[in-house]
């Protein structure tokens, strides 16, 4: 069974750094994608990047959050994590940030819409400061 739980939401002034954390049980880096996504307050679903499947493990960021933001995972108490460490946050940035895997079965690439992830953690909050 998947379960996805998100960490780390916090106030952050615009311009400065947080980082996110998804712990992922029932979760096997070979066969799943693991990715973020954010909602702003009254906005759409957006995909903030992917971690595909794949040996080398290649990640990929949407346009507004593509050399600000960071997708990496560890392992913590034997749990695979997905980190997303932000870096000059905007307030745009303020909403809800979501942890998703796609899987079983292996899924190279970008995969950038919310429909193709089957888990969905509960989220963390970010608000961002002017």
């Known amino acids: 069974q998947v379960l996805l739980v998100e960490s780390g939401g916090a106030s952050v002034q615009a311009g400065g750094s947080l980082r996110l954390s998804c712990a992922a049980s029932?979760?096997?880096?070979?066969?799943?994608?693991l990715a973020w996504f954010r909602q702003a307050p009254w906005k759409d679903l957006e995909w903030v990047g992917n971690r595909d499947s794949e040996a080398r493990a290649s990640t990929y960021y949407g346009p507004s959050v593509k050399g600000r933001f960071t997708i990496s995972r560890d392992y913590v108490d034997n749990t695979l994590t997905l980190i997303l460490q932000m870096h000059a946050v905007a307030p745009g940035g303020t909403g809800m940030y979501y942890c998703?895997?796609?899987?079983?079965?292996?899924?190279?690439?970008?995969?950038?819409?919310?429909?193709?992830?089957?888990?969905w953690g509960q989220g963390t909050q970010v608000i961002v400061s002017s």
């Open positions: 029932g979760v096997t880096e070979s066969n799943y994608c």
């Open positions: 998703a895997a796609r899987g079983p079965g292996p899924c190279p690439g970008l995969w950038s819409q919310s429909r193709h992830y089957q888990h």
